[in-house]
């Protein structure tokens, strides 16, 4: 498949804290299935979540009910060695050699019980990586048939250039959210936008502080938010859902939440969009000032 062939659900559902929703196998199977459901049939992993566990949660979930994989697409990450018990490195650092990106991908194949995985994404920019080199994995494991499409995340607009000139890469999976704004001026989405390599975007409800912060400008979002939000009969996950989706690069915001309620916000996103002056209110909002 031609790499704009393939594509995510609208909202794709995050994995990174499953293993704090302290859900049992059957629960974890009757998670997915809900989500199905709401039409969320793309899943983000990472070989790193939950000290490198959560991935073996969900493929106990797809062990217990194999016929789940074939209505989803898997997505995971790897590039960061991360020290952890069982991998006791002096420090945290990222390895894109040949050697370890196949190491981390056979590695998910075997925690998630799957033959193939749909989508894997450079964790974080590897100042290491040899672009050349790093292709020639990427052809080689998807020639085996292990992973159908690569991607990266969190790397500048150049570095995804970079690598996008030796091999096709099908997202950049990056940070937006009414508290981070970076990714609107640091060319980042004006690449994705430029290429159609739609976006992945992660911790759109700024990892839960939207709810939570009580700094200055989280503080001055919530109120401005809340009354957006009244105006157009949503609560205030849903706004931020709906202000990342109104980016002209048609983003895939992923989810945190273990609630089937909180997917339940993200989706009813879908159904609004934000009049310009409502999104610059949240832009403003946001830095505190008007737009110059
Ligand atoms: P997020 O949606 O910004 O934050 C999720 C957190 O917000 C959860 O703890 C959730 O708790 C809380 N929350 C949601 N709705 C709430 C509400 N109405 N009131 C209070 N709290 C609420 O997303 P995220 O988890 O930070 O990130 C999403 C996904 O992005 C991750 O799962 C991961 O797949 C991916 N990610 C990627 C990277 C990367 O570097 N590529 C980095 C971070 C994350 P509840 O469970 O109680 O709803």
């Not at 085996?144 to 000139?165: C, I, R, T």
């Not at 879908?270 to 999104?279: G, N, S």
Request: proline share 4%.
């Amino acid at each position: 498949m031609s790499p704009s062939a393939f594509t995510l659900s609208p909202i794709v559902a995050g994995l990174w804290r499953v293993k704090d929703w302290n859900l049992s196998v059957d629960e974890r199977v009757r998670w997915i299935e809900q989500a199905l459901e709401l039409g969320i049939t793309s899943f983000d992993h990472a070989d790193i979540y939950g000290d490198y566990q959560a991935e073996a949660l969900f493929g106990e979930a797809l062990k217990a009910a194999p016929a789940l994989r074939q209505r989803m697409q898997l997505i995971t990450k790897c590039g960061i060695r991360l020290r952890s018990a069982n991998r006791p490195y002096r420090i945290n650092y990222y390895d894109t050699s040949a050697a370890y990106v196949r190491a981390q991908v056979e590695q998910s194949l075997r925690n998630l019980h799957t033959e193939q995985l749909d989508l894997v994404l450079i964790h974080r920019p590897d100042y290491l990586m040899d672009a050349a080199a790093l292709a020639d994995t990427f052809a080689t494991l998807t020639r085996e048939g292990k992973v159908a499409h690569w991607g990266v995340s969190n790397h500048s607009a150049s570095q995804f250039a970079l690598l996008n000139q030796h091999h096709p890469l099908l997202t950049n999976q990056l940070e937006l959210s009414p508290l981070h704004l970076a990714a609107l001026d640091d060319g980042t989405l004006d690449q994705a936008q430029q290429l159609g390599a739609r976006p992945m975007i992660w911790s759109p409800l700024g990892g839960g502080r939207l709810f939570s912060a009580d700094d200055e400008q989280a503080t001055r979002l919530r109120a401005e938010m809340t009354r957006i939000a009244e105006r157009y009969n949503i609560n205030l996950a849903t706004l931020a859902f709906a202000w990342v989706l109104r980016h002209p690069s048609r983003p895939h915001p992923i989810t945190g939440t273990g609630r089937i309620e909180g997917l339940r916000d993200a989706v009813a996103a879908l159904a609004v969009t934000l009049d310009a002056e409502d999104w610059y209110a949240i832009w403003t909002a946001s830095k505190g000032h008007s737009v110059p």
